[in-house]
């Protein structure tokens, strides 16, 4: 017996050393992302390429395949399972999710993107080699994008499903004729076939149901009811049960295929009844069938479930991954993740500016000779895939408790927020503020070292400054006449993102797997700032969350193309004579459109509380002949910002008034300390004066502020998470008037020369903002200030600041 107690007690001692072990390599690995949350991504890994977003492993479980579809170069990779090598990858024009392997264990069908292709390959000898492509439709203009695929050995049937036609294709792979085109009634994302059914089930991305496809009458069955986003599936082996990922639910749909019905819903989030922005994508099972892994892009993480009895699930824990998990597989007991986003943010002091000594460029190689910079931040983040053993119960305590550390959302956050008493900003949703009005100016793509990095007191690189005070003056005096904030964050990559990001605090699923590949040439629209549906939250943007909650509001210009409303909340509540993005229409131009509507609504004593304003000729048009130089354009800009300023502090209601200027994203420039830095500004009559705020903070930092302001509840779990910007405020209102700076260059100043980049920039799309080729944009921009044959000096690196704030002597 004593023996027995003794083995016992080794085996646990054993086990309580192996969890500190794991608690110990966890903390090691910790790294803190742009937005707050942390990373401490579990068990080994090995790189792929840009934006994995599926994992397919081979029958024969000998091959995994990966599906790279970011912004750079897309490609596809062969992953030997014993060795976890890569061994081949093969680039690809054009591609997107979809892929499979036939029960051969050679053949691999791949979506071949916009290319409306879907090309065939054979895994030889450990190498992949391109075997055919089968076009979906003969037209050259036909939109179609080819998603989810599956394909039927013994028919020898490939089926086909789109998120731009939102239709089904069933072809048949020998002779790659198109047998039939059946329409769905919104955009998919993958289909998956039960052959002990004779069932294709079609996630049908765009609504909330889950299409049955009868294959051997062609005809569609009943829709299943589950939850928003459905995206990836997942059979068991008899055929009875499937699992579908609900991106915008934060759920997964346990649905019983004998009675066609939703039985259970798993909650994938780390809190129960959590706020929108997990983005619930990826789904694995263990070979026993007893667990469900659950991948939470958004939070960096896998959720765990014991699946064993159907309607009886159990949460066992998480386990923390890298950045934007998209896909899991389970394969002799290991789990294989592909981390979309890799594992950390970069500094991107070498680009996307040009050197023109080749030697001093960072570029990957391309197999079409489409050479590709690293260091534009849609392509800067590069996938990796997480490898560990399936934990034990006694290491998923440890994982999960790594996981909640990562985390700064909590349940508790979302009504209390943090602060200081007697703080302007409240604590808590619903408290009163002695601010009333909230101004939200949003700008167009510029990162902290471009335009501020010459203040004195802020973390600057000034070898980067392009457009220092010289062109603007007005921003250079609030920084130093309000906050200068020099570790302020964008949440979003691009635009199409960013805009997103700036009035939901989220990018949904769809938007962040679809606009790398419309950034990177490769077709597509722009889907953000309410253009598309499904692009958009599940519970709106900040205008929707005012209308519920009875808060006033009004846009200019943002979420009001052409004159017109985005999206519905904002029928009624914009002004029709403020453009949006059209930049041969100045900056200052729509100054004076909004001051004339100020002015109507104020003596009407009907000005709403919150007003978003679009000031976005800083993003400028390059060097292309004829148009506005960048230096105009800038100058233009920034004499915007200090007229809106200026008249909004001589006016009544200056004490009761804070102003939150942000660009809406960070893409068009270097900064030596993370491409997600952006130069950000506050005024007003509760703000502080000449005063350096060094705290992190982000996009979702700012909306929480405002949200607080106005007594609305956050949106997603990264404003909730957020931490407001508090310290930027004084109980103690300061009422002096801002005075705005004349432009210190003409504002009229037009391209003349005749350079390479006026050529290249002649061919840009400027009808809409992020419509061009943004690596060649940022370069003509950076030559257009620095000199057509200018050298990038050398770079210096910083890390993020973490500490408060100080005094401007």
């Known amino acids: 017996m004593r023996y027995l107690i003794l083995i016992c007690a080794v085996i646990a001692s054993l086990q309580l050393h192996g969890q500190s072990d794991l608690q110990s390599q966890l903390n090691s690995k910790r790294v803190t992302l742009p937005n707050g949350w942390k990373l401490s991504p579990h068990g080994t890994s090995i790189s792929l390429g840009d934006l994995p977003l599926n994992v397919v492993v081979s029958p024969n479980q000998k091959y995994i395949l990966v599906t790279n579809n970011g912004q750079s170069i897309q490609s596809l990779q062969l992953i030997d399972v014993a060795s976890n090598q890569v061994l081949d990858s ?28 879907i090309i065939v390959f054979e895994i030889q000898d450990g190498q992949l080699v391109e075997k055919d492509k089968i076009a979906l439709s003969t037209e050259k203009k036909a939109t179609i994008s080819p998603a989810g695929i599956e394909y039927d050995d013994a028919k020898d049937l490939l089926y086909v499903v789109t998120k731009e036609n939102n239709s089904l294709y069933v072809i048949q792979a020998k002779t790659k004729n198109v047998l039939a085109v059946h329409k769905l009634p919104a955009e998919a994302f993958t289909c998956l076939l039960n052959k002990k059914k004779d069932v294709l089930y079609i996630s049908v991305w765009g609504a909330k149901q889950i299409l049955p496809f009868q294959t051997a009458t062609q005809q569609f069955l009943p829709a299943i009811s589950v939850g928003d986003h459905p995206n990836e599936m ?8 499937m699992y579908v990922a609900n991106g915008n639910d934060n759920s997964v749909s346990v649905v019983d295929l004998v009675k066609n019905k939703e039985v259970e819903v798993l909650n994938a989030a780390l809190v129960p009844n959590a706020l929108e ?18 991948s939470n892009a958004d939070n960096n993480c896998l959720a765990v479930f014991e699946v064993e009895k159907l309607g009886q699930s159990k949460s066992l824990g998480f386990i923390p991954v890298g950045w934007y998990p998209t896909s899991i597989q389970v394969v002799k007991g290991k789990l294989y993740v592909a981390n979309g986003k890799g594992f950390s943010s970069f500094a991107n002091p070498d680009g996307p500016n040009p050197i023109e000594k080749k030697q001093t460029v960072t570029y990957q190689k391309s197999d079409n000779n489409r050479k590709v910079r690293t260091g534009y931040i849609g392509g800067l983040m590069k996938g990796t895939m997480s490898i560990f053993k399936e934990p034990s119960v006694q290491e998923l305590a440890v994982l999960s408790e790594a996981v909640y550390q990562n985390t700064p959302y909590t349940k508790e956050r979302e009504m209390n927020a943090l602060g200081e008493k007697g703080n302007p900003i409240p604590m808590k949703v619903g408290d009163a503020s002695p601010i009333k009005y909230v101004f939200y100016v949003l700008k167009e793509n510029r990162t902290y070292d471009q335009v501020l990095s010459d203040v004195t007191g802020g973390n600057g690189d000034t070898t980067l400054l392009l457009f220092g005070e010289k062109y603007t003056p007005n921003q250079h005096k609030l920084v130093k006449d309000f906050v200068l904030l020099d570790n302020f964050y964008v949440d979003g990559e691009v635009s199409s993102d960013g805009h997103n990001w700036s009035t939901s605090a989220h990018a949904t699923d769809y938007l962040e797997k679809t606009w790398p590949t419309a950034y990177g040439g490769r077709g597509g629209r722009y889907d953000g700032e309410g253009t598309r549906l499904i692009a958009n939250p599940k519970n709106g943007f900040i205008w929707d969350y005012c209308q519920r909650a009875g808060v006033s509001y009004r846009t200019y210009g943002e979420f009001a193309d052409d004159f017109k409303p985005n999206i519905p909340a904002i029928a009624d509540h914009f002004c029709p004579e403020f453009a949006s993005f059209d930049q041969d229409i100045m900056d200052t131009s729509r100054f004076h459109a909004w001051r004339k509507d100020f002015d109507k609504l104020l003596a009407a004593n009907q000005l709403p509380r919150f007003n978003s304003v679009r000031f976005p000729n800083d993003h400028t048009e390059g060097q292309r002949l004829g148009k506005k130089t ?3 354009h800038v100058a233009d800009n920034d004499y915007a910002v200090g007229l809106f300023v200026e008249y909004l502090s001589k006016s009544p209601i200056w004490k009761e008034t804070a102003v939150f200027i942000v660009e809406d994203d960070a893409q068009n420039g270097p900064d030596h300390v993370d491409a997600h830095r952006t130069t950000a500004y506050v005024a007003g009559g509760f703000v502080k004066r000449g005063y350096v705020d060094h705290t ?19 949106m997603s779990q990264y404003d909730a998470a957020a931490t407001p910007m508090f310290q930027c405020f004084s109980s103690n209102a300061n009422l002096s008037p801002f005075e705005s700076l004349l432009p210190r260059t003409n504002l009229f100043e037009k391209n003349v020369l005749a350079t390479p980049s006026a050529e290249k920039s002649a061919h840009f799309d400027f009808s809409k903002e992020d419509a061009i080729p943004d690596l060649e944009f940022s370069e003509v921009i950076w030559k257009a200030v620095k000199g057509e044959n200018s050298v990038m000096p050398a770079p210096r690196r910083a890390a993020i600041l973490t500490v408060s704030g100080t005094d401007i002597d």
């Open 277 to 294: 922005g997990s983005s619930t994508n990826g789904l694995a099972l263990s070979a026993d069938e007893e667990r469900l892994y659950i």
């Open 234 to 241: 997942l059979l068991t082996k008899n055929g009875k049960t």
């Open 630 to 632: 960048p230096f105009a």
């Open 90 to 117: 093969k680039e690809l024009p054009k591609s997107w999710y979809g892929l499979k392997v036939a029960a051969d264990n050679k053949t691999v069908f791949v979506s071949g993107g916009n290319d409306n292709l």
């Open 696 to 714: 992190p903070y982000s996009t979702s930092s700012m909306l929480r502020t405002m949200e607080l302001i106005l007594g609305l509840p956050p």
